[in-house]
């Protein structure tokens, strides 16, 4: 058992209560983090007089070589520390004696485990994006390639009116350029540095906080030390935005899974996508999609167990915090590994165009559109509306469309319609004549593309 502190202790600490306190099974997660901030740390104790320059040179040369041995696996982190910031104070001082005792002069854990997590979380949002921008890669190139690729849009999970491949991937576009903005504001707002704010008080030593802070690319420091120390809300505010993309990512995975079966064959999803059955012979199934869908519950509840753990935490630090790491880091690994895989099986799918074209031709899907024509030769939309149920349901005793039904069937039921009402109905005009922007629209979704790209060309800037 290694631990920091003890002075005041008369006993050794019972060894299960050691084991329940101890963090370092998964804090060693922020190794990286730690040896950063301590070296800022030091850094700006020598600027401020506060450690001398031997001082200084020592313990960051005893740092680099820790993190060094540890990459190359020459030096191990072992159970035996309580937390990683143990582990590196501990080893500092094996290596360089007592300058290594000087390092957390003027630092507490609060605010040392605040920075390690801040910076840890930073870069995972900027890697979440990184994702996230090549799944809207993938899917810019599928609307282009798809833009007069017709299909049933559905509302109800019922058709409702054709649209296009390009449209309805250019839905889940939106939806994922939504997150990358999101992720943008949270960076923005988060980046602010804690370093500094001692255990909750600040420090007597002449710390430079502002320098710590620009050390580590941070706009500066915060601005109060009691909410330093206590802050978790970035956390929240990340493990939220995680949630929005798996949440968007299992409506897509549902929707992929749809049309993947034997009913839909919209999409077929490629061999090295898909699982067998081990009894079935003749199955290939929708796996990843499956598990995308049902990750999704588990990165909520990363969001809810953080929510629920800061809900009654008197100010500042309470131990209760130190539960923010293992469900965050699972979060975070899970909509990565979540966000490559449905990548690599969305831009290997193939969509069958043909059974798409023939399910958007069934359905009564230009049914508006034939509403529509009626209104432009002067019928109010009332009756149209009307006179149009009415051939539905007649269609559906013949089993038959509205543009397979005679110009006389037709006339029958209204006479306003004209051998005009064909073309005017076509799933092609329908599609067509939808040229308000946001629309399916051959040229409206030309506009739309170009705008996205050129979003996307700018966040690679
Ligand atoms: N392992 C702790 C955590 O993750 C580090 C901070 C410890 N601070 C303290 N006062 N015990 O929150």
Not at 68 to 93: C, M, P, Q, R, W
Not at 137 to 146: A, G, H, K, P, R
Request: hydrophobic share 40%; proline share 2%.
């Amino acid at each position: 058992m290694a631990q920091l502190w003890g002075g005041r202790f008369t006993k050794e600490t019972d060894k299960l209560v050691y084991q329940f306190n101890a963090s370092i099974t998964f804090d060693k997660k922020l190794f990286e983090q730690d040896i950063e901030g301590s070296i800022a740390h030091v850094v700006m104790l020598e600027k401020q007089g506060i450690l001398s320059c031997d001082e200084k040179d020592a313990i960051v040369k005893g740092l680099t070589g820790i993190r060094k041995d540890v990459e190359e696996g020459t030096l191990f982190i072992t159970d035996e520390y309580e937390d990683i910031h143990s582990f590196i104070e501990a080893s500092l001082i094996d290596r360089i004696g007592d300058a290594g005792k000087k390092m957390h002069t003027g630092r507490s854990r609060n605010d040392q485990v605040a920075l390690d997590m801040k910076l840890y979380v930073r870069s995972e949002v900027l890697h979440v994006s990184e994702h996230l921008q090549e799944l809207l890669e993938t899917l810019i190139s599928i609307m282009e390639e798809n833009l007069t690729t017709y299909m049933p849009g559905f509302t109800h999970l019922q058709k409702a009116q054709p649209t296009t491949l390009a449209h309805h991937m250019g839905a889940y576009f939106e939806m994922f350029k939504r997150d990358v903005l999101r992720l943008k504001d949270i960076y923005k707002r988060m980046n602010v540095c804690p370093l500094g704010s001692g255990a909750f008080a600040g420090t007597t030593y002449p710390l430079d906080r502002s320098y710590t802070a620009s050390l580590m690319g941070f706009e500066g420091p915060t601005l109060n030390s009691m909410d330093s120390v206590a802050d978790r809300d970035y956390i929240i505010e990340f493990l939220s935005a995680l949630s929005t993309i798996m949440m968007h990512l299992s409506r897509f995975s549902e929707e992929i899974i749809i049309w993947n079966s034997n009913e839909y064959r919209f999409v077929e999803i490629d061999d090295g996508f898909s699982t067998g059955s081990s009894i079935m012979p003749q199955k290939k199934n929708p796996d990843i999609a499956e598990l995308v869908r049902g990750k999704t519950g588990r990165v909520y509840g990363a969001l809810m167990s953080i929510l629920t753990t800061m809900k009654g935490l008197p100010l500042a630090y309470n131990k209760d915090m130190q539960e923010d790491k293992e469900v965050t880091f699972d979060a975070i690994e899970t909509v990565k590994n979540c966000l490559v895989l449905f990548n690599g099986m969305l831009s290997t799918m193939k969509f069958n165009h043909k059974v798409m074209e023939e399910s958007a031709m069934k359905g009564f899907t230009n049914a508006t559109d034939a509403a529509d024509y009626l209104v432009n030769k002067g019928v109010p939309f009332r009756d149209a509306h009307g006179i149009i149920g009415q051939l539905v349901l007649y269609c559906i005793e013949k089993n038959s469309s509205i543009d397979a039904l005679s110009i006389e069937e037709l006339r029958a039921i209204s006479p306003v319609f004209d051998v005009d009402v064909y073309d005017a109905i076509s799933l092609k005009t329908c599609v067509e004549k939808r040229l308000t922007i946001g629309a399916p629209g051959q040229k409206a979704m030309e506009e739309v593309i170009r705008i996205n790209k050129e979003f996307l060309n700018q966040l690679k800037a």
